[in-house]
């Protein structure tokens, strides 16, 4: 047994860790409560990658491309291919991900899992919307090969179906077309979640790309910097260096405290309101801020962190985002990168999708134990009165109930869940897996 924990680094425990090859599962059969589930970069901040007392399949092996259509764009590979090697290998063919999350570091069947959304939802969707074929593979030796077009039903169940419907193997992605790795880029301060929303609504027509960064802890009066881009047909600019830089051990306490992130949000802010404007960046910085500094996670200290993020509809986004911010300004607690984005009136591929009409908030929280759990309390019953919901992947404590109404389709998908398999935040969320 090793022990294994997600990427807000609050706790590790033991499973038995196995590789998972392209024929199958190598555990089968399985043995009476030893549940697997499959694993691949552990890039989920809470409990949705993780089966404590069970089996992770691991998926990282499973890299190969299997074929390309370059008159259509279409990409199958196996589940355990990374986004990053996806950009990198065909960007300079001109092709690139439709939707991409805020890291490459994770791989094709995890961000089909968690159908993952990206700064283009208003035009793109979400991952989900680019597959096109799945094959699943279930515990029972059953292999499920699936699609919108094809056993629809298995499809919209494993897309967003966090692992639980079966093993990912294999993917079918479309890809789009770019005229290379660059974008021109916009950015402008706002100082009203007024003007935000002004400034997301009318970006929507002419821009690929939006997203804006908040202040928590400025209150409901929500200044901020917002950001939006297309891809550019420029040769110029200069693209950032290989190499990354690394975090080298967790600290005692968490950098990211109420003495730090108050004084680096002003800093922060000030200095992109003198720089607003327009500039060409490259794909790397824009889509994947965070991914030069390897294993960031550690500067919130040996006890981790928790992310928050949400989901409003658009109706109450305004007020339920003010009641949001005023909680965590008033609490101290806060992140120096809180993301504040619109999603727009688009049907969900998947069941459990994440994504749906509205405004989304997301922001870490360096783990004070019941503090912050007091703090969580307070902002679900905001998420609760608005009729939103919690986003799974980055979830390590979500109740049931705030599951179960912020998941409509819930009873729709439980009949799909694979007896053989089990998360930690099924166990903490769902019924138990039918036998």
Known sequence: MVNVGSWGRLGSWPHDVRPLTEHGLPTLPLA????????????????VCLNPGGTLWTTPGLDRFLAFDKEQGLLTCEAGVLLRDIQRTFLPRGWMLAVTPGTQVVTVGGAIANDVHGKNHHVRGSFGDHVTHLRLLRTDGTVIECGPDR???WFAATVGGLGLTGVIAQATLRLIQVPGPWLDVESIPYESLEEFFALADSSEAGWEYTVSWVD?????????IFMRGNMSDSTGG???PDHARTVPFAPPVSLVNRFSVRPFNWVYYHHH???AGRQRVHYVPFFYPLDHLLEWNRVYGRPGFYQYQCVLPRAAGLAGTQGLLREIAASGEGSFLAVLKTFSERAAPGMLSFARPGVTLALDFPNHGDATLRLFDRLDAVVREAGGRIYPAKDARMPRDLFESGYPRLAEFLPFR????RSAFAQRVMPASPD
């Open 32 to 47: 009476p409560g030893r549940q697997g589930l499959a694993y691949g970069m552990g890039r989920s901040y809470g409990d």
């Open 238 to 240: 200069r693209a950032p």
């Open 151 to 153: 056993h629809a039903d």
């Open 418 to 421: 694979d007896p053989g398999i």
């Open 273 to 275: 309101r003198q720089r």
């Open 216 to 224: 928590c802890m400025h209150g409901e009066g929500a200044r901020g």
